[in-house]
């Protein structure tokens, strides 16, 4: 039986994901609403953040926890695409969150979310507890983890922080990892150009996704504050792309969606080209080959493959043999 590119291609090397280009930040249940609505009409293009740190008000965290996990069992959720971010470290609500969601919400949510933490081993226990619901509510499956970088202390522990288990994403949290400088960083460097041409903030930019690529770990960017300028919002993505290595940002307003998706979306001009050889590639048993005039072996292989499964997440068509070959 002819195998598939998953079984042969990262023997020995961490995967790194394949997750959709953008994750859109909601608060209140109406603006989760509305976002996990937009997600069904997109059919399924980008991720929503249910936001229980800023979004629950002081007093009702408990009560907002409760919605968010009604809204992640509900027929909105047609995707199964809906993150948690629960509180941090420093605040007392953080364990409530992980006893409250995991019980009913730990089959369904798509990934926690764990803000300003200001060292390794925070992270690591915030893990291990929500590791430890998991298990005493038999969830099986491996909850993905995802990290905000917006302290000092976490980007200087950001190496160990992307070796964590189950970890899927390192966000970075531009305007807490600013104002932490406490005024050694002018405001200027929470938008553009400043938050690319700053040293201190394009050092932290190019550490953390280092950090993140080196370890199977997707590196996201922080959101633009200016909400309605779409095409800022598009020139931010690209940069952070083109020039830092970003895979996925942060949107906090439902313009920026299709902004970011637009700049974050990969090249596939040349996925038929991909089609082709990965197709030649399973019948040659993953062998080396020759496609039009060319050598081509596993290091190629896993190139294609790559284009592939993005081109799947980002719903670009691919052809009825490749569909038939490897997503039947």
């Not at 997750?19 to 937009?38: D, N, Q, R, V």
């Not at 690591?124 to 998991?134: D, G, L, S, T």
Request: glycine content about 6%; some cysteine.
């Amino acid at each position: 039986m002819a195998k598939h590119p998953s079984e042969v291609l990262f023997a020995g090397e961490k995967e790194l994901p394949v997750i959709p280009a953008c994750e859109h930040f909601a608060g209140s249940e109406k603006l989760i609403t509305k976002a996990l609505e937009m997600q069904a009409k997109a059919g399924g293009k980008f991720d929503i953040t249910a936001d229980c740190e800023d979004g629950a008000k002081t007093g009702h965290e408990r009560e907002h926890m409760q919605m968010v996990v009604r809204l992640l069992g509900s027929e909105l959720n047609k995707h199964g695409m809906m993150g948690v971010r629960i509180h941090d470290y420093t605040n007392s609500h953080w364990k409530s969150d992980v006893d409250l969601l995991i019980p009913e919400g730990g089959e369904k949510t798509a990934y926690i979310t764990i803000p300003k933490p200001t060292a390794a081993a925070q992270v690591r226990e915030m893990i291990e507890y929500i590791q430890a619901a998991c298990h005493k509510h038999k969830i099986k499956r491996e909850i993905p983890i995802h990290v905000l970088i917006e302290t000092q202390g976490a980007l200087r522990d950001v190496w160990q922080i992307a070796a964590l288990p189950w970890l899927q994403v390192l966000d970075f949290g531009l305007m807490d990892f600013v104002s932490g400088h406490q005024g050694a960083v002018p405001s200027s460097a929470m938008r553009s150009p400043g938050q690319f041409d700053h040293k201190l903030i394009a050092r932290a930019k190019t550490e953390t996704v280092a950090a993140a690529l080196a370890n199977g770990v997707v590196p996201s960017h922080n959101v633009t504050l200016d909400l309605k300028n779409r095409y800022q919002t598009f020139a931010d993505a690209k940069r952070a792309r083109d020039e830092f290595g970003f895979l996925r940002m942060w949107s906090i307003y439902p313009t920026q969606i299709e902004a970011i998706l637009d700049a974050m979306t990969p090249d596939f001009s040349s996925l038929k080209h991909a089609s082709a050889i990965i197709c030649k590639a399973q019948d040659a048993d993953w062998g080396p080959i020759q496609h039009e005039g060319e050598l081509h072996d596993r290091a190629t292989y896993r190139d294609c493959w790559q284009l592939i499964e993005r081109a799947k997440v980002f719903g670009v068509a691919l052809s009825d043999e490749v569909n038939k070959r490897f997503f039947a």
